[in-house]
C-alpha cells in the first residue's frame, strides 16, 4: 500500500470511531432519560392503583 492509501484507511478508521462513539453517546442519553421517564412514572402509578384498592 501507498501512503494515499494507508491516509485513506486511517480517516476511515477515525470516521468509524468516532461514528461510534457519537452512536454510543446517543444511546446512553436516550437510556438516561427512559429511566428518569420510568422513575417519574412509578410512584404516579402506585398512587392511582392504591386509590383502586
Same mark, same amino acid.
Given at each position: =500500500?501507498? /501512503?494515499h492509501? /494507508?491516509? #485513506?484507511?486511517r480517516?476511515l478508521?477515525?470516521f468509524?470511531?468516532? %461514528?461510534? %462513539?457519537?452512536? =454510543?453517546? #446517543?444511546?446512553?442519553? &436516550?437510556t438516561?432519560?427512559a429511566k428518569?421517564? &420510568?422513575l417519574? #412514572? &412509578?410512584?404516579t402509578?402506585?398512587?392511582? %392503583?392504591?386509590?383502586m384498592?
Amino acid at each position: =500500500m501507498n /501512503n494515499h492509501q /494507508n491516509a #485513506i484507511f486511517r480517516q476511515l478508521d477515525n470516521f468509524i470511531k468516532h %461514528s461510534h %462513539s457519537f452512536a =454510543m453517546t #446517543i444511546f446512553h442519553k &436516550i437510556t438516561h432519560s427512559a429511566k428518569l421517564v &420510568i422513575l417519574l #412514572i &412509578i410512584p404516579t402509578y402506585a398512587k392511582v %392503583s392504591k386509590r383502586m384498592l
